[in-house]
């Protein structure tokens, strides 16, 4: 009997990971870290297709990875249209989209792009599950101050999803009963208010909520129509200014947390002040969306790359663990979470969702 091989790409803001598990065993997993200088060349995300891309080759080649043997591509799935969870083939409405990004900019589009330029060569199926463009928020969480500017449901729907499902299985509870607050701590990050197991509201982290290693946030809104009529910057300055150059970047010039540590050990002040307002505005938004559960929260989960830092998380844990208590998923299970949607397609468990 033939193994199923899963190959698994995913884009995220400062690195590209990828991995390749024979059925579920993981051969090899490797997290490509993009220097902040290489991304700053380019003018937007899409123009980073190449050096992404031949980043991957090249790990495919060292390893010794047969594409022949491959039985599918599964890649983190970026900012289409609003779509429900679950696993979809990335067909060729969903690559035109995410080429033309009709949901915005963001490094996981380029996850169905390179996917399928690969795939197609190799004859690979692709498949994409829980997509940045999951939507399940609840009306009233739409309506901002301008009936123009809606809040839209735009989050790290694939962690923060695989997150509310290990939680449920190590507690022995059903996903539909469970009600948390999920922070995703990456590059971008992503606070969710779960409600039943569905992400009924979400900052959006391209826009609003903390700011983070290379976003600003929120802003004061006043100030950045200053800045935007200044003459100092074009569109595409000030769009980058808010994702990919704010944030830790804008402060202290990198979007490493761990280099950021390193500088608070030193005794720079100004890292150490700028470190922890990021732990004060996550803790704060954490407070936002138990107040949307009315305060019943069975856990807060913290996930992403930043919560394996110690510093970061006791600063958040001093803040937030009145209102439940802490559940710690460092790193996140997004690799993982990707195989296990292309095992269940490929094992006729599920049927893929026709993206339309
Ligand atoms: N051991 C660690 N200690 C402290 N910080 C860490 C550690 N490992 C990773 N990080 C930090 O986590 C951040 C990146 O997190 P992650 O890898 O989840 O983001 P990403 O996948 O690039 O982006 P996103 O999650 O927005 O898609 C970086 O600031 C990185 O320095
Ligand atoms: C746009 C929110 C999701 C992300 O940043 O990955």
Known sequence: MNLLKVLVINPGSTSTKVALYEEEKEIVKTEIVHDIEALKRYKSIIEQFDLRLNAINDWIEQNNINLKE??????????IKPVQSGTYFVNDIMLEDLKRGVGGEHASNLGGLIGRAIGDKHNIPVYTLDPVAVDEM???ARISGLPELPRKSQSHALNIKACVHRYAMENGVKEEELDLVVAHMGGGISVAAIKGGKIVDVNNANQMGPFSPERTGSLPSMKVVDLCYSGKYSFDEMKKKIVGMGGMVAHLETNDAREVEKRIQNG???AKLVFEAMAYQIAKEIGRMAAVLKGDVKSIILTGGLAYSKR???????MTSFIAPITLYPGGDEMEALRDGALRVLRNIEKPKIYS
């Open 70 to 79: 491959i039985s599918a591509i599964v890649v983190r799935g970026g900012l």
């Open 138 to 140: 609840e009306d009233v």
């Open 268 to 270: 720079d002040k100004k």
């Open 312 to 318: 970061l998380i006791e600063i958040i844990i001093d």
